[in-house]
């Protein structure tokens, strides 16, 4: 007589229903190993389980804000390079930045905003490779170089293409960038349309952190849910004091 089909295996609701798996092979010894199917439909499910449990780090930043400069070059280095942490939060990044172009403002820049033209290129350029783009922001912040050198260098770091995002700053791409991140920021700050920019901003959870100090700040990511080495870890946390502008 025929051999029973093996059922799916259940999907997360909110995910699309997998299809069927193929019938299963006969053999002598009527194994019941899991198909190819069976298995990346369960590897796909985990990943989603385990995407969905990260909390998000929502940060935003001017490119040359000097809260932004300090906050960026030591503690979210700091935070971003303990235990477990990069891979165990959700890594979201915006500039601050508003206008129309060529008059974009930005905070403590020269109108039109050229060194945040660097910042949105080399973040574009990373393709959302938060293992390159944190570690640019920290690198960019640490400098006090020109504005163009110290890009070259932490791009060259990063093994970013220098010359796309030199190409990128300086022409249609990057004013195309600040549109859409001028938008976005006044999307998110209605109440900074004009005035003070109020920067650095840090959420988790879409929750404001009034706190800037690297403990805090971890604390907040494991109260959240993160799974880190980093959350087992209470001793010897670096107080850093930030204020906001």
Request: hydrophobic share 35%; charged share 20%.
């Given at each position: 007589p025929p051999q029973a089909q093996p059922e799916a295996p259940k999907n997360p609701p909110s995910r699309r229903r997998?299809?069927?798996?193929p019938q299963r092979s006969r053999t002598s010894n009527n194994s019941k190993m899991p198909s190819t199917t069976a298995i990346l439909s369960l590897a796909s499910a985990l990943v989603a389980v385990a995407s969905a449990s990260k909390p998000t780090f929502d940060y935003t930043f001017g490119a040359n804000c000097p809260f932004c400069k300090?906050?960026?070059?030591?503690?979210?280095?700091?935070?971003f390079s303990?235990?477990?942490?990069?891979?165990?939060?959700?890594?979201n990044l915006r500039l601050a930045i508003r206008g129309e172009s060529p008059d974009f403002q930005c905070p403590d820049?020269?109108?039109?905003?050229?060194?945040?033209?660097?910042?949105?290129?080399?973040?574009?350029?990373?393709?959302?490779?938060?293992?390159?783009?944190?570690?640019?922001?920290?690198?960019?912040?640490?400098?006090?170089e020109s504005p163009a050198v110290k890009a070259e260098k932490c791009a060259t770091k990063q093994k970013l293409d220098w010359d796309a995002i030199s190409s990128c700053?300086?022409?249609?791409?990057?004013?195309?960038?600040?549109?859409?991140?001028?938008?976005?920021?006044?999307?998110?700050?209605?109440?900074?349309?004009?005035?003070?920019?109020?920067v650095p901003h840090v959420y988790i959870e879409d929750q404001e952190?009034?706190?800037?100090?690297?403990?805090?700040?971890?604390?907040?990511?494991?109260?959240?849910?993160?799974?880190?080495?980093?959350?087992?870890?209470t001793e010897g946390y670096a107080r850093a004091r930030i204020n906001v502008v």
């Open positions: 997998s299809p069927a798996l300090q906050f960026g070059g030591s503690v979210l280095h700091q935070l303990a235990p477990g942490v990069a891979e165990g939060a959700a890594w820049e020269d109108p039109g905003c050229p060194m945040t033209s660097y910042v949105l290129c080399a973040l574009e350029e990373a393709k959302g490779n938060v293992d390159v783009t944190i570690p640019f922001v920290s690198c960019w912040d640490d400098s006090e700053a300086s022409g249609e791409q990057g004013l195309a960038l600040k549109k859409t991140a001028s938008e976005e920021f006044l999307k998110r700050f209605p109440e900074h349309a004009s005035g003070i920019f109020d952190q009034k706190s800037l100090k690297y403990g805090d700040l971890l604390k907040s990511l494991c109260a959240n849910g993160m799974q880190a080495t980093a959350c087992s870890r």
